[in-house]
């Protein structure tokens, strides 16, 4: 019988934070930690800058230092989407190099993108080349605004789990709300802040704290349940 030093401890889960429009990986890891240290300490958390820099002036500057980037561009109604196939490979790749790759976590732009990828991915539009997106945490989220690929990301209900902050003072609240409809059991975290990542509350720690402790027993319970298939084959 192995000592109390030998039982290792669960991994961690992994998870691809994707920054909001014309920021950087840096600035959303600077913004989480708003988030305690505990709760943090729980996710092994990854911040790429997105791959294209800022094409016009960003909305933290003079509040986050230089530079900044941009997933991707779009016209004037959010319609039309420059670069966004480079921005999928760009993502693919990232998590082949950086992987495996359990979960997204995105803030703005970041968030719209997170949504989309499950669905995208299960028609096999984006991430062919990595293991499927187990879990999702959406800040400030919203759907893509282009019809075709909103089609193809929400036609079926995103079956992960996933946890979504709302902000009563949010301009895009109705949007993040709209988004829930998409997913199946989503859990949502209600605070009183805009367009941003917010502290936790009491309630909302409580929720965060729930939300990982059972997306770390479902990743690794089918870990270990593909495991055994793999040793019976």
């Known amino acids: 019988m192995g ?4 039982i290792k401890e669960p991994r961690k889960l992994r998870f691809l934070c994707l920054h909001g429009f014309r920021t950087s990986g840096h600035i959303l890891k600077t913004q989480l930690k708003k988030w305690p240290e505990f709760v943090l300490d729980k996710l092994d958390l990854v911040f790429p800058d997105a791959p294209f820099d800022c094409h016009g002036k960003s909305e933290v500057e003079g509040i986050f230092d230089p530079p900044y980037y941009e997933w991707f561009q779009f016209n004037k109604d959010y319609t039309d989407y420059t670069n966004f196939d480079e921005c999928l490979k760009y993502i693919q790749e990232y998590m082949i190099k ?3 790759i359990d979960g997204l976590l995105g803030f703005s732009q970041g968030s719209m993108l997170s949504a989309a990828l499950p669905g995208l991915q299960a028609k096999g539009l984006a991430l062919a ?3 499927n997106i187990k879990c999702l945490i959406i800040i400030s989220g919203f759907k893509l605004n282009n019809e075709a690929l909103t089609e193809n990301a929400f036609s079926n209900a995103v079956n992960i789990p996933s946890l ?15 988004l829930l409809k998409s997913f199946v059991d989503p859990v949502v975290i209600h605070h009183p802040k805009g367009h941003t990542i917010p502290r936790l509350d009491e309630n909302g720690l409580e929720l965060m704290l729930s939300f990982l402790e059972k997306i ?4 690794i319970n089918q870990e270990g349940q ?6 019976a084959l």
């Open 3 to 6: 000592s109390e030093a030998e």
């Open 98 to 100: 950086h992987g495996p």
């Open 129 to 131: 080349k990595v293991p």
């Open 164 to 178: 979504h902050f709302l902000g009563d003072n949010d301009s895009l609240k109705q949007h993040g709300t709209d």
């Open 216 to 219: 770390q027993k479902e990743v």
């Open 226 to 231: 593909e495991k055994c298939l793999e040793e």
